[in-house]
Antibody, heavy 118, light 110 residues
Framework: EVQLVESGGGLVQPGRSLRLSCAASGFTFDDYAMHWVRQAPGKGLEWVSGISWNSGTSGYADSVKGRFTISRDNAKNSLYLQMNSLRPEDTAFYFC????????????WGLGTLVTVS | QSVLTQPPSASGTPGQTVTISCSGSRSNIRRNPVNWYQQLPGSAPKLLIYTNNQRPSGVPDRFSDSKSDSSASLAISGLQSEDEGDYYCAVWDDSRNGWVFGGGTKLTVL
């Protein structure tokens, strides 16, 4: 079964760090770019970051640039999001999603992990 | 304030056709294909439409999209109660070098 499972969320104080992981299974991980998308409770979707299949290209939303770092380990079929200098406005469900880098993404999504900054 | 503008709500009765608009700019919708997502209550988003009206396997052809200049629209025909949820447009923005989403449209089936 094609699946993405996020982990690493939790309650963290402002200014602290957190690392999210996304474990992929059921497909050839390095055939795809990967993305992180977040959703504050009761709010809309916001693209956070994306990374190409070979880590050669990555990008960030302005709201997280300089604080968050996306990475992947194709040998471990895993995607990561290192989040530093967390702010209350970073509180959200964080989803990982599979796709291409700049044409389409999201044919597969994880269920999300909740990050609360308080 | 989202880069892409969607109406906050839409509604229709079963069997009707509902259209949801998504307005952008020359750096995003005019140049790049629009993706549409459906998010049912308590669930992760689901890709509905991508790259010039293509649908992933399992998405019925009741869902279709169109694009004109810097705007796009999602049409849902033969509206069903299970279509009730939130709908988002998203597109790559060449100026921002990243993806941008619309604010979402809450669809109610009356």
């Amino acid at each position: 079964e094609v699946q993405l499972v996020e982990s690493g969320g939790g309650l963290v104080q402002p200014g602290r760090s957190l690392r999210l992981s996304c474990a992929a299974s059921g497909f050839t991980f390095d055939d795809y770019a990967m993305h992180w998308v977040r959703q504050a409770p009761g709010k809309g979707l916001e693209w956070v970051s994306g990374i190409s299949w070979n880590s050669g290209t990555s990008g960030y939303a302005d709201s997280v640039k300089g604080r968050f770092t996306i990475s992947r380990d194709n040998a471990k079929n895993s995607l990561y999001l290192q989040m530093n200098s967390l702010r209350p406005e970073d509180t959200a469900f964080y989803f990982c999603a599979r796709g291409q880098y700049s044409t389409t993404f999201g044919d597969i999504w994880g269920l999300g992990t909740l990050v609360t900054v308080s | 304030q989202s880069v892409l503008t969607q109406p906050p709500s839409a509604s229709g009765t079963p069997g009707q056709t509902v259209t949801i608009s998504c307005s952008g700019s020359r750096s995003n919708i005019r140049r790049n294909p629009v993706n549409w997502y459906q998010q049912l209550p308590g669930s992760a988003p689901k890709l509905l439409i991508y790259t010039n009206n293509q649908r992933p396997s399992g998405v019925p052809d009741r869902f279709s999209d169109s694009k004109s200049d810097s705007s796009a629209s999602l049409a849902i025909s033969g509206l069903q109660s299970e279509d009730e949820g939130d709908y988002y447009c998203a597109v790559w923005d060449d100026s921002r070098n990243g993806w941008v989403f619309g604010g979402g449209t809450k669809l109610t089936v009356l």
